[in-house]
């Protein structure tokens, strides 16, 4: 089977009506036949800013069923390799340097947008437009792709954890980190 991509628009904000709307989207999927090139792929651009898109990656090497992994296209993140899908670690340390640079003020900004994504997986891309962190090599990347990223590690959370803790896994790591 081949790679299907496409293009998704998020209806839904409330969190379980955004869990039932990924369900049906995923259960659109056709099934594979076997591992490696008879498995089902599935690539779900679900968000743009700038020249950055956010891509859904499915199945997950990891987890099977629901879960699926969060890419940015446009950014690459490192440890001991070059990546870009974003972890919590990543996610962190991008909002850390944003809080470091900016004043309270304007982090507060980005406090508030991040609330919204927690609550209703919305956010105002244009209260941050000027607010950037540094990659791995220190280019400048606009602080919005971060959010948007986080937007979809909180829905990956909740679809993949509903009965444990979701999306509050990534909102209790960045309040411990301090950012919120």
């Keep these: 089977m081949s ?11 409330g969190r379980g009506d955004v869990r039932r709307e ?8 056709l099934p594979g036949s076997g591992a490696g090139e008879l498995s089902s792929r599935y690539r779900y651009c679900v968000d ?3 020249k950055y898109k956010i ?16 890419r940015i296209e446009g950014l690459f993140f490192k440890k001991n390799r070059r990546y870009n899908n974003p972890g919590h670690s990543d996610i962190i340390s991008a909002l850390s340097y944003g809080k470091a640079q900016l004043t309270e003020n304007n982090y507060s900004i980005i406090k508030e947008e991040l609330n919204h994504l927690f609550v209703e997986n919305q956010c105002s891309v244009d ?14 990347h606009p602080i919005a792709i971060i959010l948007l990223a986080a937007k979809w590690l909180f829905i ?9 803790s979701g999306r509050y896994m990534l909102w ?5 980190a301090g950012l919120l």
């Design 55 to 70: 891509i859904l990656a499915r199945p997950a090497p990891l987890n099977k069923g629901l879960d699926f992994i969060v």
């Design 48 to 50: 743009a800013y700038e």
């Design 3 to 13: 790679l299907e991509t496409i293009q998704y628009t998020l209806l839904s904000t």
């Design 172 to 176: 209790n790591a960045l309040k411990e």
């Design 156 to 164: 990956e959370q909740d679809m993949t954890y509903w009965n444990w």
């Design 22 to 29: 990924m369900l049906m989207l995923f259960s659109n999927e």
């Design 127 to 140: 209260k941050i437009r000027n607010f950037y962190f540094l990659d791995y090599e220190g280019n400048e």
